[in-house]
């Protein structure tokens, strides 16, 4: 079973950077498409960035394209989230999530990210 875990989230003034970590534990992590999710105060889950297996292949949502960048090392069972450029409406709590083929089957418990304006 793969367990994710969070951490890199804080507070950060408008135009900062931060750099998210999903660090992995067991064995068919290597397998797993990984994706960034994010959900602010009174606000629906939204996706913000996925990457493949390989690491290959990346998406974006298109509030974070060109701020955002996703990547992954699989040597170190770590998925990365480099934010730049921050906005206030970057504000939520952001989450990881992987799976086999795009049906994301385990989740971390969420990381705050806080920019103020």
């Known amino acids: 079973q793969v367990q994710l875990v969070e951490s890199g989230g804080g507070l950060v003034q408008a135009g900062g950077s931060l750099r998210l970590i999903c660090a992995a534990t067991?064995?068919?992590?290597?397998?797993?498409?990984i994706g960034w999710f994010r959900q602010a105060s009174g606000k629906e889950r939204e996706f913000v960035a996925s990457?493949?297996?390989?690491?290959?292949?990346?998406d974006y949502a298109d509030s974070v394209k060109g701020r955002f960048a996703i990547s992954r090392d699989n040597a170190k069972n770590t998925v990365y989230l480099q934010m730049n450029s921050l906005e206030p409406e970057d504000t939520a709590v952001y989450s990881c999530?992987?799976?086999?083929?795009?049906?994301?089957?385990?989740w971390g418990q969420g990381t705050q990210v806080t920019v103020s304006s």
């Open positions: 999530a992987g799976g086999l083929t795009g049906k994301y089957s385990a």
């Open positions: 990457i493949s297996a390989s690491g290959g292949s990346t």
């Open positions: 067991g064995r068919t992590f290597r397998m797993y498409g």
